[in-house]
């Protein structure tokens, strides 16, 4: 893990089972190129998930003709903060369980999301989004797991 903090087991094996679980939810995804999933997670208890896709009434295809992605697609971390939204429940304060890290963008909503904390199991091709977070003061954790 890259904390400042140092965790115990128990919290290391609670993060390692919701990316697991992030994991089996990014096969939901309709997209070929790449499967994300998110869980957000407050006081141990799943408030949303997300995986990467089309909004809503949008067909279920990713990417276009020639592979590329296309670019009305929503990472599994915008679906996970826009659903969350639609709820009574509050992201304050929440964990956000991602099986890649943020890009920029989502890093964005992820900050005015309240998000405390984001631990992800793989690197992104980049990495401004991890980037800005830390200067968001928000605690990041890059944990490799079996």
């Known amino acids: 893990m890259n904390s400042n903090k140092p965790y115990g087991d128990k919290q290391k094996q609670f993060d390692i089972q919701y990316l697991r679980m992030a994991a089996i939810w990014a096969q939901n995804s309709y997209c070929d190129r790449r499967k994300v999933g998110a869980l ?32 009305y697609v ?8 826009t659903k969350v939204a639609k709820t009574n ?10 099986t890649s890290s943020p890009c920029m963008e989502c890093a964005k909503l992820i900050i005015q999301a309240g998000v405390s904390r ?14 800005l977070l830390h200067r ?8 490799e797991f079996e």
């Not at 929503?74 to 903060?81: K, Q, T």
């Not at 304060?93 to 991602?98: A, D």
């Not at 631990?119 to 989004?129: A, C, I, L, M, P």
């Not at 968001?136 to 944990?143: G, H, R, S, V």
């Open 40 to 71: 957000m997670v407050k006081d141990r208890m799943i408030i949303s998930d997300g995986y990467n896709g089309t909004p809503m009434g949008f067909e279920n295809v990713c990417e276009d003709e020639f592979g590329a992605t296309k670019p």
């Open 74 to 81: 929503l990472h599994a971390e915008a679906n996970a903060i």
């Open 89 to 98: 429940q509050s992201s304050l304060g929440s964990t956000l369980y991602i």
């Open 118 to 131: 984001v631990v992800f199991s793989e690197k992104y091709r980049n990495e401004d989004g991890i980037d």
């Open 136 to 143: 968001a003061n928000i605690e990041t954790d890059y944990l």
